[in-house]
């Protein structure tokens, strides 16, 4: 199955600034989703934009996407030591089913320094 | 929020023995759960997807008689490494996908499972 790529794989930034991650894949897709993991822990639900959708926000986030380019980019913005973590993208393909598989991005691991 | 448990969240066993992992939804109806792989600083690789009631659909090059998938109720499904060897220490994480979930697509994940076989 294919994954998507992301970029950087690691980012190292001080609080206060922003952090911009890329993720690229290669199908169409229905939507994609970006999720936070801690160190050891579960995932957690970020934010979903959908294939018709450009750009969305959800508090300190900022999603966009580019399906012509296969591409989305999540921004957080004014970061927190609290945000460190590692961050995934995973596409739902196009005609997947009801409950449809999620394909996952490489990670990017962001650290965010006081 | 949907909420996902599992159980144990950390295991040690011995090579050779069995080890089941438990994945329950605790406030919805899953109609579907998926098991995860993910191996240090990797991503999750999906190992395979079950339906309740059914049989569990197995991603390629993952052995189906090596990892056990039952998916009995609407709110558990089990994982069951057979024989189990080192190089099957991994955090294995479940997610469940339900009626009551609201957006279609969504799945919810549970805190996942450390497996260490010695």
């Known amino acids: 199955s294919q994954q998507g790529e992301e970029d950087p794989q690691a980012l190292s930034i001080q609080e206060g600034e922003n952090a911009t991650m890329n993720c690229s894949y290669k199908?169409?897709?229905?939507?994609l989703q970006w999720y936070r993991q801690n160190s050891g822990r579960g995932l957690v639900h970020l934010i979903l934009?959908?294939?018709?959708?450009r750009e969305k926000h959800s508090g300190r986030l900022r999603v966009t996407l580019d399906t012509s380019k296969k591409s989305s980019s999540l921004l957080i913005t004014a970061s927190r030591a609290a945000d460190t973590a590692s961050y995934f993208c995973?596409?739902?393909?196009?005609?997947?089913?009801?409950?449809?598989?999620?394909?996952f991005g490489t990670g990017t691991r962001l650290q965010v320094t006081l | 929020g949907a909420v996902v448990s599992q159980h144990p969240s950390r295991v040690i066993c011995k090579s050779g023995t069995s080890v089941k992992i438990e994945c329950r939804s605790l406030?919805?109806?899953?109609?579907?759960m998926f098991w995860y792989r993910q191996f240090p600083k990797q991503s999750l690789m999906l190992m395979a997807t079950?339906?309740?009631?059914?049989?569990?659909?197995?991603e390629q090059g993952v052995e189906k008689d090596k990892f056990l998938i039952n998916h009995a109720s609407l709110t558990l499904s089990t994982l069951t490494v057979t024989s189990a060897h080192p190089e099957d220490s991994s955090f294995y994480i479940c997610?469940?996908?339900?009626?009551?979930?609201?957006?279609?697509?969504?799945?919810?994940f549970g805190p996942g499972t450390r497996l260490t076989v010695t």
């Open positions: 199908t169409s897709i229905n939507n």
């Open positions: 406030d919805f109806q899953a109609t579907t």
């Open positions: 934009i959908r294939s018709n959708e």
């Open positions: 079950s339906n309740e009631g059914s049989k569990a659909t197995y």
């Open positions: 995973a596409t739902v393909g196009v005609n997947t089913g009801t409950a449809s598989k999620l394909t």
């Open positions: 997610s469940a996908s339900g009626l009551a979930g609201g957006i279609l697509y969504e799945q919810y």
